[in-house]
T-cell receptor, first 113, second 110 residues
Framework: NAGVTQTPKFRILKIGQSMTLQCTQDMNHNYMYWYRQDPGMGLKLIYY???????DKGEVPNGYNVSRSTTEDFPLRLELAAPSQTSVYFCASRLTGGESTQYFGPGTRLLVL | AQRVTQPEKLLSVFKGAPVELKCNYSYSGSPELFWYVQYSRQRLQLLLRHISRESIKGFTADLNKGETSFHLKKPFAQEEDSAMYYCALSGGNQGGKLIFGQGTELSVKP
């Protein structure tokens, strides 16, 4: 199993541009999450999903959108990039119920200039 | 409100010294607590969960509900323990969301 994979690894965006961060997991996990990691701030939850077709906002959803058309994929969309979205983005997944460990992807480093 | 606090941004110790990374939480119910570790250029990975009560890589953590703490301890630090450590809480909420502390960078010097 590849686990949780994310693309791209690194991206530079200009202000106002849009992009999609890709996240895929091959563990048949129903729950998936997007976090952003800012220096000294820990990880903040952006959006999460409890299954295909079901998404909900986390702590810091403004400026982002998500979709969950399949169990495996959970893309994160930035429509109008702003410097405040410069961060490292992590995708994670976990099983429904029982074992509650979240498994993380390698992260996407985004720089908005 | 649910909150996790890690008071130390940076903890620097010498190899062989004891280590304690502090974590305090705020939650009214029965939380599930975790420690995640992020080694340089690697993804976050689970170190240990309070439910399993196990020791991983020599680290242990005990949930103290009276003091609302979940401190991470290791009696003899190794250089390979140098990493970023995050304490996290799951409050049994819908979706199994985690609330993370700000993280503590552990630096173990030779």
């Amino acid at each position: 199993n590849a686990g949780v994979t994310q693309t791209p690894k690194f991206r530079i965006l200009k202000i106002g541009q849009s992009m999609t961060l890709q996240c895929t997991q091959d563990m048949n996990h129903n729950y998936m999450y997007w976090y952003r990691q800012d220096p000294g701030m820990g990880l903040k939850l952006i959006y999460y999903s409890v299954g295909a077709g079901i998404t909900d906002k986390g702590e810091v959803p403004n400026g982002y959108n998500v979709s969950r058309s399949t169990t495996e994929d959970f893309p994160l969309r930035l429509e109008l990039a702003a410097p405040s979205q410069t961060s490292v983005y992590f995708c994670a997944s976990r099983l429904t119920g029982g074992e509650s460990t979240q498994y993380f992807g390698p992260g996407t480093r985004l720089l908005v200039l | 409100a649910q909150r996790v606090t890690q008071p130390e941004k940076l903890l620097s110790v010498f190899k062989g010294a004891p280590v304690e990374l502090k974590c305090n939480y705020s939650y009214s119910g029965s939380p599930e607590l975790f420690w995640y570790v992020q080694y340089s250029r690697q993804r976050l990975q689970l170190l240990l969960r309070h439910i399993s009560r196990e020791s991983i890589k020599g680290f242990t953590a005990d949930l103290n509900k009276g003091e609302t703490s979940f401190h991470l301890k290791k009696p003899f630090a190794q250089e390979e323990d140098s990493a970023m450590y995050y304490c996290a809480l799951s409050g049994g909420n819908q979706g199994g969301k985690l609330i993370f502390g700000q993280g503590t960078e552990l630096s173990v010097k030779p």
